[in-house]
């Protein structure tokens, strides 16, 4: 399931942030994505919301620090 | 507050202990000596500190439904401290009082008045941060590589501040404590940007102690700063400076705004920012100019959003924009309260820009007093601060590491000794906050 997630995330990170060549892994953050900053990351949840038909807490988006994060917490809320 | 000598060398006293103790009976050792550090300093502090900490830990296990209750009467707290009503400045309330909010809202899953209590009492922290995210402790267990790379930052630390930031205070307070009386602007522009980089050192300075303190005791805390002087726009600098603090707002008010006003993009990303940068203001201090700082702050960082282009600009170009807009907001700053504003503000715009005499007009007030009064010392500074800035990357990477640690740390000692100002007054200037 998580393989999957991350496949799904894969295209909502490259339609979101303009780049079809973008890959990303578990360890992906902030860091290695210019666009990702504080904003940004508030509408790129809020699409993953959409996508899979799950909600976060507002005050859980500062711990999802990598792409892992962000895959365990949607693991955990399709659980 | 003086924060006198036994404050660096008792927490190697406590560090044999490490090697006999298990970790429970440390973590009660270091509690207990937290406490004993803060009381020395002040008892009121210390008695806060513990019942504020005891009525989180019981609202989060007891009383649920209270939390927002108790945020609001530590918010109010705070009002009560900055406004001056109180006539006690209650040391670190600023910093843990965040991050008991931040643990009131999210509370974690097993709660203990031990982790709570340790947490905001840990003394290298307590004073002037960083800021524990969730309150947490997180600790090491290589005793020897924490003992080797603590000392170095403390040494770090150290150096960034009795070599450094006081010789630049001497500098600053010479058109600070005058500047109604100054003849033209340079001498404003020169002192803002001494200012904004001598702010720079003794806050990191500060905290590269509290981190290095803290890894000697087995504890690991969060970066504050990475290197904010090299960003290439004001969004990267407050990326870089401050991070827990920012990190905070960002998660408690930027966050939560922005969510809210979803639909209205522009509109959230504008009411989040410049709310970020007001309450971070507030939260310095209740004057005129910290208001002010916060403002630009949020003005170029907005306009950075909107105008592309300015994040396209070379990268020397960019620094020099960082270091204008951040010596700009930070003139407002330091001098706080309106009327000073007013009288400096008045005064440079009747004065002309470039003085008469540059000797007698900027030097020699950038010289004035004590240790520099003698034009040699003023260039023997700024000859330290271009070194340290110019190589400050490679040092913190030599001090970070664990090759030669020995060596770096009687360098550091060493070169403290030969150049070290150990004036007593404004030592760590964000104890005050």
Same mark, same amino acid.
């Given at each position: 399931?998580?393989?999957?997630?991350?496949?799904?995330?894969?295209?909502?990170?490259?339609?979101?942030?303009?780049?079809?060549?973008?890959?990303?892994?578990?360890?992906?953050?902030?860091?290695?994505?210019?666009?990702?900053?504080?904003?940004?990351?508030?509408?790129?949840?809020?699409?993953?919301?959409?996508?899979?038909?799950?909600?976060?807490?507002?005050?859980?988006?500062?711990?999802?620090?990598?792409?892992?994060?962000?895959?365990?917490?949607?693991?955990?809320?399709?659980? | 507050?003086?924060?006198?000598?036994?404050?660096?060398?008792?927490?190697?006293?406590?560090?044999?202990?490490?090697?006999?103790?298990?970790?429970?009976?440390?973590?009660?050792?270091?509690?207990?000596?937290?406490?004993?550090?803060?009381?020395?300093?002040?008892?009121?502090?210390?008695?806060?500190?513990?019942?504020?900490?005891?009525?989180?830990?019981?609202?989060?296990?007891?009383?649920?439904?209270?939390?927002?209750?108790?945020?609001?009467?530590?918010?109010?707290?705070?009002?009560?401290?900055?406004?001056?009503?109180?006539?006690?400045?209650?040391?670190?309330?600023?910093?843990?009082?965040?991050?008991?909010?931040?643990?009131?809202?999210?509370?974690?899953?097993?709660?203990?008045?031990?982790?709570?209590?340790?947490?905001?009492?840990?003394?290298?922290?307590?004073?002037?941060?960083?800021?524990?995210?969730?309150?947490?402790?997180?600790?090491?267990?290589?005793?020897? #590589?924490?003992?080797?790379?603590?000392?170095?930052? @403390? +040494? /770090? *630390?150290?150096?960034?501040? =009795? %070599? &450094? !930031?006081?010789?630049?205070?001497?500098?600053?307070?010479?058109?600070?404590?005058?500047?109604?009386?100054?003849?033209?602007?340079?001498?404003?522009?020169?002192?803002?940007?001494?200012?904004?980089?001598?702010?720079?050192?003794?806050?990191?300075?500060?905290?590269?102690?509290?981190?290095?303190?803290?890894?000697?005791?087995?504890?690991?805390?969060?970066?504050?700063?990475?290197?904010?002087?090299?960003?290439?726009?004001?969004?990267?600098?407050?990326?870089?400076?401050?991070?827990?603090?920012?990190?905070?707002?960002?998660?408690?008010?930027?966050?939560?705004?922005?969510? #809210?006003?979803?639909?209205?993009?522009?509109?959230? @990303? +504008? /009411? *989040?920012?410049?709310?970020? =940068? %007001? &309450? !971070?203001?507030?939260?310095?201090?209740?004057?005129?100019?910290?208001?002010?700082?916060?403002?630009?702050?949020?003005?170029?960082?907005?306009?950075?959003?909107?105008?592309?282009?300015?994040?396209?600009?070379?990268?020397?170009?960019?620094?020099?924009?960082?270091?204008?807009?951040?010596?700009?907001?930070?003139?407002?700053?330091?001098?706080?309260?309106?009327?000073?504003?007013?009288?400096?503000?008045?005064?440079?715009?009747?004065?002309?820009?470039?003085?008469?005499?540059?000797?007698?007009?900027?030097?020699?007030?950038?010289?004035?007093?004590?240790?520099?009064?003698?034009?040699?010392?003023?260039?023997?500074?700024?000859? @330290?601060? /271009?070194?340290?800035?110019?190589?400050?990357?490679?040092?913190?990477?030599?001090?970070?590491?664990?090759?030669?640690?020995?060596?770096?740390?009687?360098?550091?000692?060493?070169?403290?000794?030969?150049?070290?100002?150990?004036?007593?007054?404004?030592?760590?200037?964000?104890?005050?906050?």
């Amino acid at each position: 399931m998580e393989q999957e997630i991350l496949h799904q995330l894969q295209k909502i990170f490259q339609n979101f942030f303009k780049n079809e060549s973008l890959l990303i892994n578990y360890e992906t953050n902030s860091k290695d994505i210019v666009l990702w900053d504080s904003f940004h990351h508030v509408q790129l949840i809020s699409i993953v919301e959409e996508k899979f038909k799950i909600k976060f807490s507002v005050f859980e988006l500062a711990d999802l620090n990598n792409v892992g994060d962000l895959v365990n917490c949607i693991q955990q809320k399709l659980a | 507050m003086n924060v006198d000598i036994s404050f660096f060398i008792l927490p190697f006293l406590l560090f044999p202990f490490r090697y006999y103790l298990v970790q429970s009976k440390w973590q009660s050792l270091l509690l207990g000596f937290s406490l004993l550090v803060i009381a020395y300093h002040s008892i009121w502090a210390m008695v806060i500190a513990v019942l504020l900490s005891f009525l989180v830990f019981v609202v989060i296990k007891k009383f649920k439904k209270f939390k927002w209750i108790t945020l609001i009467v530590i918010v109010l707290g705070f009002i009560f401290l900055k406004s001056g009503l109180s006539g006690i400045l209650l040391l670190g309330y600023a910093y843990y009082s965040l991050q008991l909010i931040s643990i009131l809202i999210i509370p974690s899953k097993k709660v203990h008045f031990f982790d709570i209590l340790l947490g905001t009492v840990f003394f290298p922290r307590f004073f002037s941060g960083p800021i524990l995210k969730h309150n947490q402790i997180i600790l090491t267990s290589d005793i020897n #590589k924490d003992l080797k790379e603590g000392s170095l930052r @403390l +040494v /770090l *630390g150290l150096c960034k501040i =009795f %070599i &450094l !930031s006081n010789r630049l205070d001497f500098m600053i307070s010479g058109y600070f404590e005058h500047s109604a009386e100054i003849n033209n602007g340079l001498l404003a522009l020169l002192s803002s940007l001494l200012f904004t980089i001598q702010m720079y050192l003794n806050f990191s300075g500060f905290t590269d102690i509290a981190i290095g303190l803290a890894r000697v005791l087995g504890v690991e805390l969060p970066e504050n700063f990475d290197l904010p002087l090299r960003s290439k726009n004001i969004s990267e600098y407050w990326r870089k400076t401050h991070i827990t603090l920012i990190n905070w707002f960002t998660q408690f008010v930027f966050y939560p705004i922005v969510y #809210k006003f979803k639909s209205v993009p522009k509109f959230a @990303l +504008v /009411l *989040g920012i410049f709310s970020v =940068f %007001i &309450l !971070s203001a507030l939260w310095h201090n209740f004057q005129f100019g910290f208001i002010v700082w916060g403002l630009l702050n949020a003005f170029f960082i907005v306009l950075e959003y909107f105008i592309k282009s300015v994040n396209k600009i070379p990268r020397f170009l960019g620094f020099l924009y960082v270091l204008f807009v951040v010596t700009f907001s930070n003139f407002f700053f330091k001098l706080g309260d309106l009327q000073n504003i007013r009288q400096s503000l008045k005064t440079i715009y009747q004065v002309n820009f470039l003085p008469q005499n540059f000797m007698a007009d900027v030097v020699a007030i950038l010289g004035k007093g004590g240790y520099l009064e003698q034009q040699y010392h003023l260039l023997e500074t700024l000859v @330290l601060l /271009l070194l340290f800035l110019l190589f400050e990357k490679s040092i913190n990477r030599w001090f970070k590491s664990n090759n030669y640690p020995l060596l770096l740390i009687f360098t550091g000692l060493y070169l403290l000794f030969i150049f070290g100002n150990f004036a007593q007054n404004n030592q760590f200037i964000y104890l005050q906050f």
